[in-house]
């Protein structure tokens, strides 16, 4: 027999991808215990053969755009393949929209994010409207009219797809266009024009470059008003049932995220509402940027855990040169170091989410921006190193790793890129004393547990960075703060193995060099999946 199969790992399915030691007590410590069973439901159909068939077609049907019907009316809609609105159903109904901001009970937005790091494991594309949708609310609610019409459609937990009069659906989802082709993240370089119409709406025209979910229901966007850079709701159905002007010029042929579609559209004498006031766009549609920034870090704390995931699956079950895989010291000091990151990932991710669930203004002002910087920076070199556990077999489509690692520069890169987000800490770090405090505040609940924390901790605060060494310096901020709440929370291997590698100097350039001193064993037992 020349085919016969041996020495290859099961499909990994049926298992609980919510049987996350690292998510599990991070979800009880926020300050939603109530949310672990509705966790380990989600997880266990996460974890079966079913959805990982609708991501793979998801992502192999790509979305198509339909410009006009048969008789040449112009209908700018985008077709999905049906294992995308599969996918899309789960989400809205497991309530990762908008849903946590109509609940009272504490830990909404905890439980909230920990849902969507288990499905977001499934397919990473479809979460971009599900983020958009959750982080419209707080800046619509600048204006509170269109706030009390669209808020109750906006948190239903109903995915009703195609385009419709809003009021008539029993869902609805959001998007932004904010970028243009001549500014990218200098939003104030924008050149699409709001003429006021007299009757409290405005007249948009103009082009945007990146515009990502185009079939959405409302968008937020931005456009140059006589008063200056000014924010604007634009439905793409209007009350009356009209089609307003949303000319989708193009779908992106993207490296990745190829199941969620991302436009240019156009508008010309577009119907817009304002969104706050005239000249304070910016200010008002950065609360919606906060929260997608902070949906970038739990997206990219996801990504990691999958493809750790899948690297401990393989090298469970594959022999090579006489044994397990995973028993072999260089191996599993690797699985290890990659289980460090993805530890602390997940640990600031659920802290960011708190302090949401909290309303910790000062903490998230901040942290968030530091968060995104770094934990979405880890995400393609730790999917890289994944892969490369599975060898060969990492490489092809059939493993899921070709795709995560394609989707994994994006969190980096949507809401501002690295040098964005350094350049955003420095700027908060002048203007908001209280956010300084508060950051700092939460490395010091560390003090005096770990020598290297310690050191650490004091050599930052003597530091003075200016633009050209920020991004060493927010780097520095990411890994104390994730060193504190390890050092706090996490068992003393995590903690101790995380301080001497990423704090005290015992590491080297690429994963697998951690120091002889650390439980390597005991890392790698913590991260296995359930």
């Given at each position: 027999m020349t085919h016969e199969v041996f020495n290859q790992p099961p499909p990994l399915v049926d298992y609980d991808v919510a049987g996350d030691a690292a998510l599990l007590t991070a979800v009880e410590r926020e300050g939603a215990p109530w949310a672990t069973g509705e966790l380990h439901r989600l997880g266990k159909l996460a974890g079966t053969a079913e959805p990982q068939r609708w991501a793979d077609e998801a992502n192999r049907h790509e979305p198509r755009l339909i410009t006009h019907d048969r008789y040449g009316h112009r209908v700018d809609e985008v077709d999905f393949h049906p294992s995308w609105h599969r996918l899309m159903a789960v989400a809205v109904g497991e309530g990762l929209a908008g849903a946590p901001w109509a609940e009272t009970r504490p830990g909404a937005h905890v439980a909230r994010a920990a849902g969507l790091y288990v499905w977001s494991q499934v397919e990473a594309g479809h979460s971009c409207p599900?983020?958009?949708t959750y982080a419209v609310i707080p800046a619509l609610r600048h204006a509170p009219d269109l706030s009390a019409l669209y808020e109750p459609l906006l948190t239903a937990r109903s995915y009703d797809p195609g385009l419709r009069t809003p009021a008539a659906k029993t869902g609805l989802l959001a998007g932004m266009g904010m970028t243009e082709k001549q500014g990218g993240s200098d939003v104030r370089a924008n050149t699409t024009v709001a003429t006021p119409a007299g009757d409290g709406t405005y007249r948009l025209r103009g082009h945007k470059w990146f515009t990502s979910a185009p079939m959405c229901d409302l968008f937020l966007v931005l456009a140059q008003a006589p008063g200056g850079l000014s924010c604007f709701l634009v439905p793409r159905v209007l009350p009356d049932g009209t089609r307003n002007t949303f000319r989708i010029q193009r779908?992106?042929?993207?490296?990745?995220?190829?199941s969620n579609a991302s436009s240019?559209?156009?508008?010309?004498d577009t119907v817009a509402w304002p969104v706050g006031d005239e000249g304070q766009g910016v200010r008002t549609i950065i609360e919606m940027v906060a929260m997608t920034r902070f949906d970038c870090v739990t997206g990219s704390a996801s990504g990691m855990r999958a493809a750790l995931t899948q690297a401990i699956h393989h090298t469970r079950h594959r022999q090579a040169f006489g044994g397990p895989l995973i028993d072999k010291p260089v191996m599993r000091n690797v699985l290890a170091d990659l289980a460090l990151e993805s530890e602390a990932a997940t640990a600031l991710a659920m802290r960011l989410a708190g302090a949401v669930d909290r309303d910790e203004q000062a903490f998230k002002r901040l942290a968030i921006a530091i968060g995104k910087f770094w934990v979405c920076k880890r995400q393609p070199v730790v999917v890289g190193e994944a892969l490369e556990c599975l060898g060969g077999n990492g490489y092809v489509e059939e493993s899921g790793l070709p795709r995560l690692?394609?989707?994994?520069p994006?969190?980096?890169?949507?809401?501002?890129?690295g040098n964005v987000q350094a350049l955003d800490v420095l700027r908060t770090m002048q203007r908001s004393p209280d956010s300084v405090s508060a950051v700092m505040g939460e490395m010091s609940l560390a003090a005096g547990a770990d020598s290297r924390f310690d050191a650490a901790f004091k050599a930052l605060q003597r530091d003075k960075p200016d633009e050209a060494d920020a991004r060493r310096y927010v780097e520095r901020l990411a890994l104390l703060l994730q060193a504190s709440l390890l050092v706090r929370f996490a068992p003393p291997a995590v903690a101790d193995a995380f301080c001497a590698s990423r704090l005290g100097g015992d590491w080297g350039h690429t994963f697998g060099t951690l120091g002889r001193g650390a439980d390597t064993a005991a890392l790698v037992e913590r991260a296995a999946p359930a």
């Amino acid at each position: 027999m020349t085919h016969e199969v041996f020495n290859q790992p099961p499909p990994l399915v049926d298992y609980d991808v919510a049987g996350d030691a690292a998510l599990l007590t991070a979800v009880e410590r926020e300050g939603a215990p109530w949310a672990t069973g509705e966790l380990h439901r989600l997880g266990k159909l996460a974890g079966t053969a079913e959805p990982q068939r609708w991501a793979d077609e998801a992502n192999r049907h790509e979305p198509r755009l339909i410009t006009h019907d048969r008789y040449g009316h112009r209908v700018d809609e985008v077709d999905f393949h049906p294992s995308w609105h599969r996918l899309m159903a789960v989400a809205v109904g497991e309530g990762l929209a908008g849903a946590p901001w109509a609940e009272t009970r504490p830990g909404a937005h905890v439980a909230r994010a920990a849902g969507l790091y288990v499905w977001s494991q499934v397919e990473a594309g479809h979460s971009c409207p599900i983020s958009m949708t959750y982080a419209v609310i707080p800046a619509l609610r600048h204006a509170p009219d269109l706030s009390a019409l669209y808020e109750p459609l906006l948190t239903a937990r109903s995915y009703d797809p195609g385009l419709r009069t809003p009021a008539a659906k029993t869902g609805l989802l959001a998007g932004m266009g904010m970028t243009e082709k001549q500014g990218g993240s200098d939003v104030r370089a924008n050149t699409t024009v709001a003429t006021p119409a007299g009757d409290g709406t405005y007249r948009l025209r103009g082009h945007k470059w990146f515009t990502s979910a185009p079939m959405c229901d409302l968008f937020l966007v931005l456009a140059q008003a006589p008063g200056g850079l000014s924010c604007f709701l634009v439905p793409r159905v209007l009350p009356d049932g009209t089609r307003n002007t949303f000319r989708i010029q193009r779908l992106k042929d993207k490296l990745g995220n190829r199941s969620n579609a991302s436009s240019e559209p156009e508008f010309d004498d577009t119907v817009a509402w304002p969104v706050g006031d005239e000249g304070q766009g910016v200010r008002t549609i950065i609360e919606m940027v906060a929260m997608t920034r902070f949906d970038c870090v739990t997206g990219s704390a996801s990504g990691m855990r999958a493809a750790l995931t899948q690297a401990i699956h393989h090298t469970r079950h594959r022999q090579a040169f006489g044994g397990p895989l995973i028993d072999k010291p260089v191996m599993r000091n690797v699985l290890a170091d990659l289980a460090l990151e993805s530890e602390a990932a997940t640990a600031l991710a659920m802290r960011l989410a708190g302090a949401v669930d909290r309303d910790e203004q000062a903490f998230k002002r901040l942290a968030i921006a530091i968060g995104k910087f770094w934990v979405c920076k880890r995400q393609p070199v730790v999917v890289g190193e994944a892969l490369e556990c599975l060898g060969g077999n990492g490489y092809v489509e059939e493993s899921g790793l070709p795709r995560l690692y394609r989707d994994a520069p994006l969190n980096s890169i949507w809401e501002g890129s690295g040098n964005v987000q350094a350049l955003d800490v420095l700027r908060t770090m002048q203007r908001s004393p209280d956010s300084v405090s508060a950051v700092m505040g939460e490395m010091s609940l560390a003090a005096g547990a770990d020598s290297r924390f310690d050191a650490a901790f004091k050599a930052l605060q003597r530091d003075k960075p200016d633009e050209a060494d920020a991004r060493r310096y927010v780097e520095r901020l990411a890994l104390l703060l994730q060193a504190s709440l390890l050092v706090r929370f996490a068992p003393p291997a995590v903690a101790d193995a995380f301080c001497a590698s990423r704090l005290g100097g015992d590491w080297g350039h690429t994963f697998g060099t951690l120091g002889r001193g650390a439980d390597t064993a005991a890392l790698v037992e913590r991260a296995a999946p359930a």
